[in-house]
């Protein structure tokens, strides 16, 4: 079981996500816990009603929402009582217990999952510390539950087997085989909160891997001039496809506002990994073997780094974006150093090819004294040869330095 808990400052946006999610088939509400009548009586009215009173008793603190999914594996196939008292041994183990709460099972996903809403004021008016809640009660009441219910260990299986509340974002959205909206959804719930980016084109380059595109439309356009925020569908062209979706329509409300919150603070946090992309820059144009923009992407690619070219509509490189996958951060080339631009990259390009032509240059002049020879590499072999051979010893030694022999001159007897 894995277990995720978001707060909020609005109990109402929670509430009408998942009584959307109800009359759309998608979920059922399956439990209410402290509400004065049973859940097939509350209307929506009645279910916020409980929440807005319980929230009033300290108005003090705003953020008093609180939104828990327990997730199980795809193998699970529990009863509606089993979920129920999943629920209530979890939120009791967690300090929840006498809160009201509502249990809601979501049938939109690959796995079982529930929602539970509640809020942290309780009935004195004191409110219940958020503070650390995952670590420090929601981590070992999981535990706990997995052994008790006998259910299938979320502790020790490899990243890519856990459930994810966004199984659609981890391939291409291909527009008219699944729901727009809960796919560009699932997309954005990913990438917004895990991806580390300080501008709209940044955010887009992570974005369109996904055929998803933020778009504020033209300066001229209403939606620009109203600060608004438009999310589309891509096609295999990169050209939008069906109806563009508002910001405001997303549960998480990814509107201009908050992207402009997320661009200042992910422009601190992003600065110590600047590091990993320009080292990998380098290495790769220090091996001499990158030619072409194309050949750095690829070389680039095998460190978890994406590169984005970007283009004028006349086809001409005006930019490059490089997306780290390690550190989950993105850079434009620009930020990081001039080397790191596309003017500063194409200039590498250029020089390695100079290089490289300098180098065959000077091995067809040498291979011109050798015309027996035709192989290249065995003319380098040979250059190493010739260099580190030794001077051949001449037998030969001039007359003047030669030692003169002292004459025997025989005695007379």
């Not at 009033?56 to 699970?76: G, M, Q, W, Y």
């Not at 580390?196 to 084109?201: E, G, N, Q, R």
């Not at 250059?383 to 001159?409: C, W």
């Amino acid at each position: 079981m894995v277990a995720v808990i978001r707060t909020s400052n609005s109990v109402q946006r929670i509430l009408n996500y998942n009584e959307i999610k109800v009359k759309d088939g998608k979920a059922e509400c399956i439990s209410a816990i402290n509400f004065p009548l049973e859940f097939d009586r509350l209307n929506f009215t009645l279910k916020l009603n409980r929440f807005t009173k319980q929230a009033s008793l300290n108005e003090n603190v705003k953020r008093n929402a609180v939104h828990i999914s327990l997730n199980f594996d795809p193998s699970e196939n529990h009863s509606k009582e089993k979920l129920n008292e999943i629920a209530k041994v979890y939120m009791e183990k967690i300090g929840f217990g006498k809160q009201p709460y509502l249990v809601y099972q979501h049938y939109d996903a690959g796995h079982p999952h529930l929602h539970v809403i509640t809020n942290n004021i309780q009935r004195d008016g004191k409110r219940i510390d958020l503070h650390l809640l995952g670590i420090r009660k929601s981590e070992p009441a999981r535990k706990e539950i997995e052994e008790t219910f006998g259910l299938v260990k979320a502790e020790g299986r490899k990243t890519k087997e856990l459930f994810s509340l966004q199984p659609i974002a981890n391939r291409k959205i291909e527009y008219g085989k699944v729901e727009s909206k809960k796919a560009i959804n699932g997309v954005l719930n990913k990438v917004l909160f895990e991806y580390k980016y300080s501008s709209l084109p940044e955010l887009n380059a992570i974005l369109n891997r996904y055929n998803v595109h933020a778009d504020r439309g033209t300066e001229e356009s209403r939606v620009f001039k109203n600060n608004g925020i438009l999310y589309k569908i891509l096609d295999e062209n990169s050209k939008s496809v069906g109806v563009p979706i508002k910001a405001s329509d997303f549960y998480s409300k990814p509107t201009l506002k908050f992207l402009e919150e997320r661009f200042k603070v992910n422009d601190v946090k992003k600065e110590s990994h600047k590091s990993h992309i320009k080292n990998a820059v380098r290495m790769a144009f220090y091996s001499g073997k990158i030619k072409s923009l194309e050949k750095l992407a690829e070389e680039l690619k095998s460190e978890g780094i994406h590169t984005v070219l970007r283009m004028s509509k006349d086809g001409q490189l005006y930019g490059i974006t490089y997306v780290d996958h390690k550190t989950l951060c993105v850079f434009n080339g620009s930020s990081l150093g001039k080397e790191f631009s596309a003017k500063g990259v194409l200039e590498s390009c250029a020089q390695n090819i100079l290089q490289l032509e300098r180098m065959n240059n000077s091995i067809s002049h040498i291979s011109g004294n050798f015309p027996n020879i035709e192989d290249k590499e065995y003319i380098k072999e040979n250059l190493a040869d010739i260099l580190l051979r030794g001077e051949k010893i001449n037998d030969y030694v001039s007359k003047q330095f030669k030692k003169k022999k002292r004459r025997r001159v025989q005695k007379g007897i």
